[in-house]
């Protein structure tokens, strides 16, 4: 199970925990940078590698289809600098990556993704031909 912990943070309650008709809540970015930090393989985020993060969550974002988050009207919110700055001294306890795993990952899922993209395709191509002959032939009666 996914733990991201952010109570060692200063004002980590101004930070993370929003205000809804039910009374406060985690943000829901807490989440969404503990599901990137198990994508990204870094499992904390501090000045430093807050480059590396970006650079890393960005490459995610960019081959699988965009944002993991979406504001009230259901637009996408890709990460940003000020997403991350927000979340520096976050740890999760997901898996690290050096960065040749984390490329060797996404190069593997990328594939596999494209794989499979082809694989719906060419179904979905197979399925509208056959379609057509089936018409065709009702046609013929």
């Not at 000020?82 to 594939?111: C, D, M, W």
Request: hydrophobic share 35%.
């Amino acid at each position: 199970m996914l733990h991201v912990n952010y109570q060692n943070i200063p004002f980590w309650r101004d930070k993370f925990l929003i205000d809804t008709p039910n009374g406060k809540k985690e943000d829901p970015w807490v989440f969404g940078i503990g599901i990137l930090s198990m994508h990204t393989g870094i499992n904390k985020i501090t000045t430093k590698n807050a480059p590396e993060f970006y650079v890393r969550c960005k490459l995610v974002e960019t081959c699988f289809g965009g944002s993991l988050m979406r504001d009230s009207e259901g637009e996408p919110v890709p990460i940003s600098y000020e997403i991350i700055e927000r979340f520096i001294g976050v740890t999760t306890n997901a898996s690290p990556y050096t960065e040749a795993q984390f490329y060797k990952h996404l190069r593997t899922n990328v594939v596999r993704s494209l794989r499979d993209q082809y694989e719906a395709e060419r179904n979905q191509f197979a399925s509208e031909r056959i379609e057509k002959v089936v018409q065709s032939l009702g046609k013929n009666d």
